[in-house]
């Protein structure tokens, strides 16, 4: 079966980087785009972005331009999210989703990483 | 950006049907889709392009509506459907989602 399985919770300071990972499973990795939501605490669901995991190449949502990086380690079926100068509100659940041209839609996701910033 | 507006909360009995609309401040087509996230979980997807039931899915989920008008129905409701439910556009870049409604049981 389809997963997509997220690295562990993280605490950072104010100016920090942290790097959180997906791990794909069940599928060709490089036949779906992977995409990223944010979700603060107590919040609705934010697009950050996706990679196309066949070329790599990234789109960035305005927000998410500048510290934040996807890239993949294709040959381990993973995408990577890294956010660096962390800001105390970054501090959100971090989630990657397998889109699936068909339907338009991130048809699974990840459990969510919990990012929290502070100093 | 395409705004999504949901209404923030409903509270519906055990049995009942329940109907929540979302309506985007400009056309979408009919790439709208629906998720469920339930507290401590990863959304899960249950109608996409507006009313194919995705996999796996009950039918007494159900969606409809295109271009700026949406509903999703839960018909009869169960106490295990207590969650949020998303509406998500993924017509106009950057894609959106609507603020959630919060489902709760009598």
């Known amino acids: 079966q389809i997963q997509l399985v997220q690295s562990g919770p993280e605490l950072k300071k104010p100016g920090e980087s942290v790097k959180i990972s997906c791990k794909a499973s069940?599928?060709?990795?490089?036949?779906?785009?992977m995409h990223w939501v944010k979700q603060a605490p107590g919040k609705g669901l934010k697009w950050m972005g996706w990679?196309?995991?066949?070329?790599?190449?990234?789109t960035y949502a305005d927000d998410f331009k500048g510290r934040f990086v996807f890239s993949l380690e294709a040959s381990a079926s993973t995408a990577n999210l890294q956010i660096s100068n962390l800001k105390n509100e970054d501090t959100a659940t971090y989630f990657c989703?397998?889109?699936?041209?068909?339907?338009?839609?991130?048809?699974?996701w990840g459990q969510g990483v919990m990012v929290t910033v502070s100093s | 950006d395409t705004v999504l507006t949901q209404s923030p909360a409903l509270a519906v009995s055990p049995g009942e049907r329940v109907t929540i609309s979302c309506r985007a401040s400009?056309?979408?087509?009919?790439?709208m889709h629906w998720y469920q996230q339930k507290p401590g979980q990863q959304p899960k997807l249950l109608i996409y392009k507006a009313s194919n039931l995705a996999s796996g899915v009950p039918a007494r989920f159900s969606g409809s509506g295109s271009g700026t008008d949406f509903t999703f129905t839960i018909d009869p409701v169960e106490a295990d459907d207590i969650a949020t439910y998303y509406c998500h556009q993924s017509w106009n870049s950057p894609l959106t989602f609507g603020s959630g409604t919060k489902l709760e049981i009598k």
């Open positions: 990679i196309n995991t066949y070329t790599g190449k990234p």
């Open positions: 989703a397998r889109w699936v041209r068909d339907s338009y839609a991130h048809v699974d």
């Open positions: 069940g599928y060709t990795f490089t036949d779906y785009a």
């Open positions: 400009e056309s979408v087509s009919t790439l």
